[in-house]
């Protein structure tokens, strides 16, 4: 079965700390994608990163990153230096042949 | 350009109605998507098209009927409307592997 797990239902930090956000998912394939969606306060949803199978390369983008490891099936996002405006529902999400499971988000709230 | 669009943005209606919500997308995809996304915020796909074709089908109540009269667009009908199928109903078009471009959200009330 495919499945993915955010086991945080609802994170809060102050503003300017280093925030985790943990993403472990299930799959029987050795072929998948992996991504990371955000849904601000206003409701929409954003493409944040997309990362296949065969590529264990963390990825930094500014202050985002992204550790994927399939020897425990994880791919966690780290937000450096978190601003008010990373507020926001972040949903990992699995891709198996185009059917795209998310998890059930991480609220993270960045206290001024 | 709005490059996934969806209308109404809102909808309030009574329980037993039918109602439709129109997708459309500009970026020349061939697989659209129907997502629902409930008071919690679980997003559950529930339909996928591509070019015109059903593809995937969710176990969603034969109430709802996707339609897809051509492949920039995907319609979503409900028939007799029941309190529980109130939520945000997303659309969502793709280029292939998972990266979806999402519409702005259907708010869907059924009082």
């Known amino acids: 079965a495919q499945k993915v797990t955010q086991a945080q239902t609802e994170i809060s930090v102050v503003e300017k700390e280093d925030v985790t956000l943990d993403c472990v998912y299930e799959?029987?394939?050795?072929?998948?994608?992996l991504f990371w969606y955000k849904q601000p306060p206003s409701g929409e949803l954003v493409f944040l990163i997309r990362r296949n199978s065969f590529d264990e390369q963390n990825e930094i983008s500014g202050r985002y990153s992204w550790n994927f490891q399939k020897s425990t099936s994880s791919f966690n996002f780290t937000i450096t230096a978190s601003q008010v405006v990373d507020s926001a529902v972040y949903f990992c999400?699995?891709?198996?042949?185009?059917?795209?499971?998310f998890g059930k988000g991480t609220r993270l709230h960045i206290l001024p | 350009d709005t490059a996934v669009s969806q209308t109404p943005k809102y909808l309030v209606t009574q329980m037993g109605n039918d109602k439709s919500i129109k997708c459309e997308q500009n970026l020349g995809h061939d697989t659209m998507y129907w997502y629902k996304q409930d008071s919690k915020k679980f997003l559950k796909i529930m339909f996928s098209y591509n070019n015109k074709e059903l593809i995937i089908n969710e176990t969603v109540p034969n109430r709802f009927s996707p339609k897809s009269p051509d492949k920039a667009h995907l319609n979503l009908h409900i028939n007799s409307l029941e309190l529980g199928d109130s939520a945000v109903y997303f659309c969502a078009s793709s280029p292939g592997r998972g990266k979806l471009f999402f519409g702005s959200g259907t708010q869907l009330s059924v009082l």
């Open positions: 999400a699995l891709d198996n042949y185009d059917k795209i499971i």
């Open positions: 799959t029987r394939d050795t072929t998948y994608y």
